[in-house]
DNA sequence: GCTTGACCTTGACGCGACGGCAGGGTTTCT
DNA sequence: AGAAACCCTGCCGTCGCGTCAAGGTCAAGC
């Protein structure tokens, strides 16, 4: 047989057969005079093996393991390692389509799937247009996403949010957009601030979480100056506190 | 924040976040004066969405599309599409668990699994050590394995089998293993070997079943020239009565 | 004899989502 | 001042082939 007819019986492609040749799963048998490979019947055999065999999702240096059995027991060894693998695979794709069902089913907000903490703090806080809370929103749904803070945050968050004076505390915070970093409504604002955090949340905040190196800077870079001068020492309260 | 640090607080690693530059799925940022890239909160918020997109199982060009919607309502489409393609990869991986628990539970016969028309005509053929009865053997699986001819083939030729006689027939065509090509012997041992084949049988070959081109001297370059004599006239008479 | 078309040959590149390494520079800590 | 831990660019490797590219071979039809 030449290679295309041997193709054609065992169902592989003569692409894939020249590959197993290439990659010594399968010995180059012997040419004809004009350089064709010449199949034997025994060839086809092994390559019928090989093709159950990958079709089972065994790559071909487990095939060529497999094929090889000097020990004549090994094969059973990969099977059940192999069947181990496609375990951990399907319980993979199953939790990916439970979550993926999640997405479809929910309203396409377009900021994907949130704890349900962090649903809850953000269904329960005013409506406010100001951009200092939009800032801080995307923040909190960041912290959530990567799971750098806890869940308990969100729902100590809750009780200073449902005070309808945090909205004005965000006000404030918009009203330095274009202020100076001397500005004199910075430091009775970030006390304020401070004033508002109830004290469970300093003990809440993970020593390592957010806190990367570098978060910082990038968190108050969101800011104009005198913004960034408040919540620059919010954060160094935070972190004093926290390490105190 | 510097690359790795973006890297820690999203769960990615650098390389990862390079490479989504390099592919273009996210801008590159500014530069510190030093070179390094400078990130940003909401670079954090687009990684923490690329990551779980592709922890979804998105190609990158997929999450591509995903995050520029124009549109709008694109990505449901496309996590439609996906939540398709990860059932068919289930119901792929659930078969083949299947078929590997048949072949982790069957006996090691090394030959690996056979139909069950097969397999009850090996159980049903009398025992033999002839070598030609042997390659029979080994055809017969290459057939199933393939599946180059009907099912129906293995329970007609369980007639055949079943006569005891058959026995004497590949005896006498292993005798011929050192004969010349002109042996007197080759002419009757076709005639007898013919004469056991049932009728049904020459209906149930298929027309372009194994016997695909070149397969048959492939099959002829098994045995020795007297022994190959016998086998191509008995071979040459199925293929003129299949189409007769 | 000549062409056509279906085969065959070797060899090299492409894919997808990065990992790893080489060969350098920078920052920071000690 | 040296070491550790970062950062940079760029290129090769993975896996199982598919897909050209640039030919050589063979049977059939004109």
Request: proline share 7%; charged share 30%; net charge negative.
């Amino acid at each position: 047989m030449r290679i295309g007819e041997i193709a054609a019986l065992v169902g592989l492609t003569t692409r894939a057969i020249r590959h197993y040749h290439h990659v010594g799963l399968l010995p180059e048998p012997e040419r004809r005079p004009n350089g064709y490979r010449a199949y034997s019947i025994r060839d086809a055999v092994l390559l019928a093996r090989v093709r159950r065999l990958t079709e089972l999702g065994l790559s071909l240096d487990e095939v060529r393991d497999v094929l090889a059995e000097d020990a004549g027991r090994e094969p059973a060894e990969v099977l059940e390692e192999l069947d181990a693998d496609l375990a951990r695979q399907e319980a993979d794709i199953r939790e990916r389509r439970c979550r993926l069902s999640a997405l479809l089913s929910e309203p396409p907000d377009a900021t994907g799937p949130v704890s349900p903490a962090l649903a809850a703090l953000l269904a329960q806080a005013p409506r406010t247009d100001s951009p200092s809370a939009a800032k801080d929103r995307d923040h909190l749904t960041l912290m959530d996403a990567t799971n750098s803070g806890s869940q308990e945050i969100f729902t100590l968050l809750g009780t200073l949010v449902a005070d309808p004076a945090v909205v004005e505390l965000y006000e404030r915070l918009d009203a330095l957009a274009e202020a100076p970093v001397d500005d004199p409504r910075i430091a009775p604002l970030a006390a304020d601030l401070m004033a508002a955090v109830p004290e469970e949340l300093f003990a809440a905040i993970p020593e390592d979480g957010v806190v990367v190196t570098g978060f910082k800077e990038a968190l108050l870079a969101e800011y104009a100056p005198a913004q960034a001068e408040v919540v620059g020492r919010l954060m160094d309260a935070f972190m004093e506190r926290g390490r105190g």
